[in-house]
């Protein structure tokens, strides 16, 4: 069975740290790796997603791919207590958009 | 970016009675769109795919019969719960995804709908 495995956690980190956010993956054939956020009650907004091996920056957030090890993960730099939700992993095979997603981690910003 | 809008955003309902909720894609065509069920502090559980003009695949475990989806143009697919109970209550999004040169991959959320049946 495809699985995408995160900690729930809550990681709670301090205002302005970087907060280190992990994922695995089982299915090898997942190309396309997708991180979003969930705010309690809404729905998933893009943070980012990344296809190729190595490290993806966007502002404060970096994507970094690892297929050989089947990992993913999304560093935030200088956490804001807005940044406090819930983030999703999420993996899907290229030219498909059934993505499997992982449970969550839970992420507190404290101020 | 594209928007899916979803409604309603939140609906009650008598145990026994049906409920619908529309997602529409406001700026693009959808040939396919998804639908996700969430339970509190639970990730997104991928219920069925709305295909445009043919028959939603269904998930296992899901009741095709009880959850009837619709996706009778490119731009709106409907999730309809028959035949609600307390155990229906939960939060069901809609995603869909452009098709066509360019485009990322990336799935567009509705802003989900909160289904509370008494």
């Known amino acids: 069975q495809k699985e995408v495995e995160q900690n729930s956690g809550p990681l709670s980190v301090p205002e302005g740290a970087i907060a280190s956010l992990n994922c695995t993956y089982s299915?090898?054939?997942?190309?396309?790796f997708f991180w979003y956020r969930q705010y309690s009650g809404k729905s998933p907004e893009l943070i980012m997603f990344i296809y190729s091996n190595g490290d993806k920056e966007d502002g404060r957030f970096t994507a970094q791919l690892n297929k050989a090890s089947q990992y993913v993960s999304l560093l935030i730099r200088d956490s804001q207590p807005s940044d406090s939700a819930t983030y999703l992993c999420a993996a899907a095979t290229s030219g498909t958009y059934k993505y499997i997603f992982g449970t969550g981690t839970r992420l507190k910003v404290l101020a | 970016g594209a928007v899916v809008s979803q409604h309603p955003s939140r609906v009650i309902c008598k145990s026994g009675t049906s409920v619908k909720i529309e997602c529409r894609s406001l700026d693009f065509q959808a040939t396919t769109m998804f639908w996700y069920r969430q339970f509190p502090k639970q990730s997104l559980m991928l219920m069925a795919t709305s295909n445009e003009g043919s028959k939603a695949t269904y998930e296992q475990g899901v009741e095709k019969d009880k959850f009837l989806i619709n996706h009778a143009s490119l731009t709106l697919s409907t999730l309809t719960v028959t035949s609600a109970h307390p155990e229906d209550s939960s939060f069901y999004i809609c995603?869909?995804?452009?098709?066509?040169?360019?485009?990322?991959?990336?799935?567009?959320f509705g802003e989900g709908s909160r289904l509370t049946v008494l």
């Open positions: 299915d090898r054939g997942s190309q396309s």
């Open positions: 995603s869909a995804g452009k098709t066509g040169t360019g485009n990322t991959g990336e799935l567009f």
